[in-house]
């Protein structure tokens, strides 16, 4: 197996840096080299997908055709009928896509992947594995099982297809801060923030084999067995609806919407200002260099809120990543710096106003209504507004027995209910909040310790907490009517 650092040598349509050799297989004669297969899981589009580019130019420079593959898992970490609904909505839309403007057949697998990803490449005979990246453990310890599992003769190749910047590119080990890492970044932006090349079917057809899939009869089975978390109606799946929300002319984020966000973005109160990208981003259904060129093109029009949100975009998103990718506990205590265990430790006996279980938290049952408030959003929306999560998170380690119990339910709540659950950004978020990642020692207090704190009576001097709290009902009210009316 080549060394995963290692990068592709040979021309490619992709910057050489954004492709990661994670195995080398013989060398073959022309004659005996097999199709391309991407194996798709982070990024599930067809536009702006530098995965998808590769695996078609490495078809084309063969004279191979070339195949989508996706591995559906029962339950991915915890998500329910609300993510895995959108996800496979968009599936639906991808797959019709793929296969009528670029005439590349789309795979659908259920099980294991270590099973059924090297099933099928020995059954095509392919010579290549294509696959997109994400630094979540789960999936890392697939890939060094596939490259286990598959013949010598086939060779694997990973693309950041998510990131601006390659994570492994941008920096080499665990950043301690947005502070310390954009520099790097902003660095490297001019030779990885350029436009994508147009994309092209490829020049030798896949052989003609059933795999039609019966799309409605799979949503539906994926709502009943996950009917505990219902899906959302306010975000529509796919790409076309993500770039409408991007740049839509009716109430498209940089087009409608922009000049809020850098002033009312922090206001729980005016979730319009906020870009509503994430479920887009965190199933790939739109890519963040896509999002950073349209933004980057109508900067004249409000460079502060520009600014503020390519900030989020690629300097936060990217940290996220880079603390996933190099600290293999990015979910756990374990993954904190060690000023923080430190603390949270000697205060992990401190005496608690009040004491919860999962159960109550979950049902929203706290003495806060701030608080249940933020928690109801999340259930019945699933999106809570990010300045509301630092409080959440943070009332959460107030209100358990000491801080592993604290990280591992709010992560749990999060996966649950959130529509962009299991994303480097919720587990940074959490660790954030209760664990000092990418934050600085504050003034000792009991519980928190060094961890930096919030409160009420600091949410009131920030917002209007009465006016959130009668927001969140409506919305609840309108969730619960719907439901019934369903």
């Known amino acids: 197996m080549a060394s995963p650092s290692s990068t592709l040598k040979k021309p490619t349509a992709v910057r050489p840096g954004r492709i990661r050799v994670l195995k080398e297989g013989l060398r073959q004669s022309d004659r005996d080299v097999g199709p391309v297969v991407y194996w798709m899981f982070r990024d599930q589009r067809l536009k702006d997908n530098w995965a998808l580019i590769h695996a078609v130019d490495q078809a084309n420079k063969a004279n191979v055709p070339v195949a989508v593959a996706f591995n559906l898992f029962d339950q991915f970490l915890g998500a329910r009928a609300r993510q895995l609904g959108f996800m496979l909505r968009g599936l639906r839309e991808l797959h019709r896509n793929l296969e009528e403007m670029l005439q590349i057949p789309f795979f659908l697998f259920q099980g294991e992947a270590v099973e059924t990803i090297p099933n099928f490449l020995k059954d095509s005979g392919a010579s290549l594995l294509v696959t997109d990246f994400t630094p979540l453990r789960e999936v890392g310890r697939w890939k060094e099982e596939i490259c286990k599992r598959v013949s010598d003769s086939v060779s694997v190749h990973e ?22 890492i954009r520099s790097k970044i902003n660095k490297l932006l001019p030779e990885y923030l350029i436009d994508f090349p147009p994309q092209q079917p490829p020049n030798r057809k896949w052989l003609s084999v059933d795999r039609s899939i019966n799309w409605d009869s799979l949503i539906a089975d994926v709502l009943r067995k ?15 609806a993500a770039m409408e929300v991007l740049m839509g002319s009716k109430d498209g984020f940089l087009t409608k919407r922009l000049n809020n966000y850098s002033t009312d973005r922090n206001n729980p109160l ?13 199933f790939g259904q739109i890519s963040a260099q896509r999002c950073a060129l349209v933004a980057r093109n109508v900067r004249k029009l409000s460079s502060q809120a520009v600014d503020a949100f390519l900030e989020e975009l690629i300097v936060r998103r990217e940290l996220a990543d880079n ?3 190099y600290q293999h506990h990015y979910d756990s205590l374990q993954g904190a710096w060690e000023w923080a265990r ?5 205060h992990a006996s401190d005496k608690r106003e009040h004491i919860y279980t999962r159960e109550q938290l979950e049902k929203a049952q706290t003495a806060d209504p701030l608080w249940n408030a933020s928690q109801l959003e999340m259930v019945h929306f699933g999106k809570m507004h990010g300045f509301m999560r630092m409080y959440w998170a943070k009332k959460i380690l107030e ?3 000491g801080p592993e119990e604290a990280l591992a339910t709010s992560i749990y709540l999060n996966d649950k209910y959130e529509i962009d659950g299991r994303d480097p950004n919720g587990y940074v978020g959490c660790m954030w909040s209760i664990c000092g990642v990418h934050d600085q020692g504050w003034q000792e207090r009991p519980i928190f310790g060094k961890i930096r704190y919030m409160n009420y009576a600091g949410c009131k001097r920030k917002f209007d907490v009465d006016g959130y709290i009668a927001y969140v009902k409506r919305l609840v009210g309108g969730s619960k009517k719907r439901k019934t009316e369903a």
């Open 342 to 346: 430190k603390t949270l430790m000697d």
């Open 399 to 401: 209100w358990t027995c």
């Open 226 to 240: 996950g009917a505990e978390v219902p899906e959302i109606e306010w975000c529509e799946p796919g790409e076309h």
């Open 323 to 325: 603390f996933c990718f």
């Open 270 to 282: 005016k979730p319009r200002a906020l870009s509503g990208l994430s479920p887009y981003l965190h």
């Open 159 to 180: 693309v950041d297809a998510h990131n601006v910047v390659p994570v492994w590119v941008a920096s080499e080990k665990l950043e301690y801060s947005a502070r310390t």
